[in-house]
């Protein structure tokens, strides 16, 4: 699987939208990309996932760049409940996922 | 609420010992994955079964075991106790094993070797 590069940590403020980056330079042509939460120690949460065209549901839009090098998760309206860990997770059309470090997003009111 | 049921939720017991841990996945989903959580090393994949059958092997260690059943809960046994096992115990299900979708994970077994 591709590896993927996420900022260690970021604050947003309650109310505003929360966009959290990843970077997934050697992402190939198969590879879709996956959001996922944990919340405290609770078991993570799928967010949203994407091939090549931007997504959204009711919880968040995945931004993807064109070269699919990129890809954005925007969390819209961010409130103090969104607070987690958020991994940005590479996989292919196979078994697993294989989570990172991700990114502790932290929501200020 | 995903669905996906572990039992036990916390347990704890000394080195050298077995335990198992026991997942039910959601109704009608045929893939079980079973992952490690520990302090230091974030979430590790171990095994993968998907309708009864042995689909994909992570990290596990050679004192752990699993095994999907036809009713296709599964149950990870972890033999032969150290400290460095501690850690949460997370299934996950998902409707098939080898498509782009989501896994659904369980809250979790937290495990304390003493």
């Known amino acids: 699987d591709a590896k993927t590069t996420q900022p260690t940590s970021m604050d947003c403020a309650e109310g505003r939208a929360a966009n959290l980056p990843c970077n997934h330079s050697?992402?190939?042509?198969?590879?879709?990309v996956y959001w996922y939460r944990q919340i405290h120690s609770q078991g993570p949460q799928y967010i949203i996932h994407?091939?090549?065209n931007n997504e959204t549901n009711e919880m968040a839009s995945l931004i993807i760049t064109e070269d699919r090098k990129s890809s954005t998760l925007i969390l819209p309206h961010a409130t103090l409940r969104d607070t987690a860990v958020y991994y940005c997770?590479?996989?292919?059309?196979?078994?697993?996922?294989?989570f990172g470090a991700g990114t502790t997003v932290t929501v200020r009111a | 609420d995903s669905g996906v049921t572990q039992t036990p939720k916390h347990l704890i017991t000394a080195t050298g010992q077995r335990v198992t841990l026991r997942c039910s996945p959601r109704?009608?989903?045929?893939?079980v994955y079973w992952y490690q959580q520990s302090l230091d090393q974030g979430l590790q994949f171990l095994i993968q079964?998907?309708?009864?059958?042995?689909?994909a092997k992570g990290n596990i260690l050679e004192r752990f075991s699993a095994q999907q059943f036809p009713d296709l809960h599964s149950e990870l046994n972890l033999s032969s106790l150290e400290l460095g096992d501690s850690a949460l115990y997370f299934c996950a299900s998902s409707v098939t094993g080898a498509s782009a979708g989501e896994l659904f994970f369980g809250e979790g077994s937290r495990l304390t070797v003493l």
């Open positions: 050697t992402i190939s042509g198969n590879e879709y």
């Open positions: 079964y998907y309708n009864g059958e042995e689909r």
């Open positions: 994407g091939l090549k």
């Open positions: 997770i590479v996989r292919q059309n196979d078994y697993k996922l294989s």
């Open positions: 109704s009608g989903d045929l893939s």
